[in-house]
């Protein structure tokens, strides 16, 4: 167990810069979640931390103790691959009993540390065979035991559920949050995936072609999004935004068709005329005679609910969530509530909480 | 998933394979039966009648100790040049597989060899290693160190080992990098994460999912060393002084066309031939077996 501290960590390719500055502090045990779209910066994020290459500057500090310029086989730490990078060339046991045995453990030990592990994550029945006479769920779970049976300082999972079928992923998820739990590792967990974002982590750090944009807890980064790009990033369908004016000093904002709708959660600072980018979550948008026209042109059942993609009168894409099969209806009439509304800059896309006074 | 085409009737296919199939029965079944024919043929001293001997040739030439010395030294041949030229080019190819400035021209460089007609390559050596004119040779002669490998017969073999194995360094590096360069980055770094440094890693690690290409080049060194070496030890040392640096093939030459002893030497070819068919082989079912796991 261990803590984590990560200080304007930068790194750039040549000329290309890819991460502009990480801040972040995990507590011990705790396992954060990095989120962001493909090429974001996560992997290289990583991979700093685990050595595999060299930051161009900031400082890593893992339990007090900066290792930005250690050797990897010097931090103790475990990483857990995309592809689980397995050796080929070695059996189950072998690939768990690698890193001990470097360690110099003696065998009796290594050989408890590795059945152990095995029992875990129910691999005794296959602990001679070679990772391809292995299915991809007992590859990813070979990858764990590799990486568990060290007791490293800190586990590194880099999108460790993507090469996985659907039903295999959402098994595994939740193994892998009920192990981390179990053995109290600081966990760093890297993932594009919003599912694994929501569900895995004690903290969600959203990443942005190499900028933190937020670091909050799921439910926060969710609830009270940073920025518009988190907000259309985390969620599914992505959250509607509609663009708005500050009206009424700040009390209102008024749409492009000319409506004026009060804020439920009190007043913006800022001139009237300010841009506004409004955002509401498809399942908060509400059906209501004599709302606006809603021209359907997408139906999406899901099961337990149904996604209506389609137009407004304005023109507007918007998507809307219901539960249930949902209406048949090509038009609708649909309203936005003041209450679901997520207030962003229009020109700058941050958020605008309402002013206390 | 297979691609396969199906041409309909014979006539096209066998159209497509007959250049190829024309290649192979003029340049090798031809003369590789001639060969055949003649090793069980022994000429009179004149030239003028051959008779059919069966294999008499094969028994005199297992019982006759010049062949059997010839043998040896070939094997001692065979082994230095594969060793060296591999070791050589692995150590090569593990520094061009790293990060490095300058990394196309280094591979550049250490391909080149490959395109050097095997003559000029021995002018180079002889230009390198003559006691009177040779850069290293004078060198070794000033400093004390009698060197002539015009008389001095194991001098003469490690020379011609050398130039041998020089020749060969660029193709096994050309594999050896490819080979490389095929292990997944990740596997190497999961090592590195286990803790495993330097030579440890490279020897539990790289060195294994090298061997199928490794297991590859050391046939193909062996039928190099043992075949194609022949235009360079012709011209480093003729096989000399004495029998010092005579394998099997220079002695095929020296036998059948210096010599004019058609019989024995039609035989020494069709043991090289039989010995390549063999490693060939082997070589085939290993690396198929590998394959098809
Ligand atoms: N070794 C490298 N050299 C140059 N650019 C790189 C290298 N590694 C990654 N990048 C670039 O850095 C960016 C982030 O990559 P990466 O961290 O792998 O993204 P992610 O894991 O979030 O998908 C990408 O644009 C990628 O092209
Ligand atoms: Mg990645």
Redesign the pocket.
């Known amino acids: 167990m261990a803590t984590l501290v990560i200080e304007n960590l930068r790194?750039s390719?040549?000329p290309?810069a890819?991460?502009h500055g990480v801040d972040l502090a995990l507590a011990s045990g705790e396992m954060l979640v990095i989120v962001?779209?493909?090429?974001?910066?996560?992997?290289?994020?990583?991979?700093l931390v685990a050595g595999l290459?060299a930051p161009t500057s900031g400082r890593i500090v893992l339990d007090g103790r900066d290792v930005a310029r250690l050797d990897p086989s010097a931090r103790d730490i475990a990483m857990v691959f995309q592809n689980y990078a397995l050796y080929p060339h070695m059996s189950v046991f072998d690939n768990m009993a690698y890193g001990l045995r470097i360690r110099g453990l003696a065998k009796p030990d290594i050989e408890r540390r590795v059945h152990e592990a095995a029992d875990i994550l129910g691999l005794r029945p296959l602990l001679t065979r070679k990772p391809r006479q292995l299915s991809g769920g007992q590859r990813q779970r070979v990858a764990m035991g590799r990486a568990i049976v060290r007791e490293p300082k800190l586990f590194l999972f880099?999108?460790p559920l993507s090469n996985l079928d659907a039903t295999l992923r959402v098994q595994m998820r939740a193994e892998i949050r009920r192990l981390q739990r179990r053995m109290g590792v600081t966990s760093l967990y890297?993932t594009?995936d919003q599912v694994e974002a929501m569900t895995l982590g004690d903290r969600l750090l959203v990443?942005h072609q190499?900028v933190p944009v937020q670091l909050a807890t799921p439910m926060e980064v969710f609830g009270r999004p940073a920025n518009t790009y988190v907000a259309g990033f985390i969620g599914a369908p992505a959250m509607n935004f509609l663009p708005a004016t500050l009206a009424s000093q700040g009390t209102a904002a008024r749409f492009a068709d000319g409506t004026i709708q009060r804020f439920a959660d009190g007043r913006r600072a800022g001139a009237d005329g300010h841009k506004l980018t409004i955002g509401i979550r498809p399942e908060h948008v509400e059906f209501e005679p004599g709302g606006q026209n809603f021209q359907v042109d997408l139906v999406e059942p899901l099961g337990s609910e149904t996604v209506l993609i389609g137009r407004l009168a304005s023109g507007q894409l918007i998507s809307v969530k219901v539960a249930g099969a949902g209406p048949r209806d090509e038009t609708l009439m649909v309203s936005f509530p003041a209450s679901a509304f997520h207030v962003f800059d229009g020109t700058t896309g941050l958020r605008i909480d309402p002013v206390v006074n | 998933m297979e691609r396969r085409t199906i041409f309909p009737g014979w006539g096209l296919p066998v159209l497509l394979v007959m250049p190829q199939l024309a290649l192979t029965a003029v340049f090798f079944l031809w003369p590789a039966g001639q060969a055949i024919w003649s090793s069980m043929t022994r000429a009179d001293p004149f030239g003028i009648r051959t008779t059919f001997v069966g294999l008499e040739n094969f028994a005199d030439l297992f019982s006759d100790p010049l062949y059997l010395d010839s043998a040896g030294r070939t094997v001692v041949f065979c082994a230095a040049v594969s060793a060296i030229s591999l070791l050589l080019a692995l150590a090569l190819a593990t520094a061009a597989d790293r990060e490095i400035r300058g990394r196309a021209l280094y591979r550049f460089m250490l391909i080149w060899p490959y395109a050097v007609a095997p003559a000029i390559s021995a002018v180079l050596w002889i230009l390198l290693l003559h006691p009177q004119i040779g850069l290293v040779g004078h060198w070794l002669n000033r400093i004390g160190i009698v060197w002539d490998y015009k008389l001095n017969g194991t001098q003469a073999m490690l020379m011609v080992i050398l130039a041998s194995a020089w020749k060969q360094i660029s193709y096994n590096f050309i594999f050896l990098l490819a080979g490389l360069q095929s292990i997944p980055k990740s596997i190497v770094e999961a090592a590195r994460l286990d803790g495993a440094k330097g030579f440890f890693r490279f020897r539990t690690i790289i060195l294994p999912l090298l061997m199928p290409t490794v297991f590859f080049l050391v046939i193909v060194n062996l039928v190099y060393a043992a075949f194609e070496t022949f235009p360079t030890v012709l011209a480093l040392t003729q096989g000399g002084p004495g029998k010092a640096t005579e394998t099997l093939v220079v002695k095929v030459y020296r036998d059948g066309v210096i010599n004019l002893d058609v019989g024995s030497s039609s035989a020494q070819s069709v043991v090289l031939m039989a010995a390549v068919i063999v490693l060939t082989a082997v070589q085939f079912r290993f690396l198929g077996k590998r394959g098809g796991e």
């Open positions: 790194k390719f040549g290309v890819v991460l962001g779209a493909s090429g974001c910066g996560k992997s290289t994020l990583l991979r290459d880099d999108e890297v594009h990443l190499g």
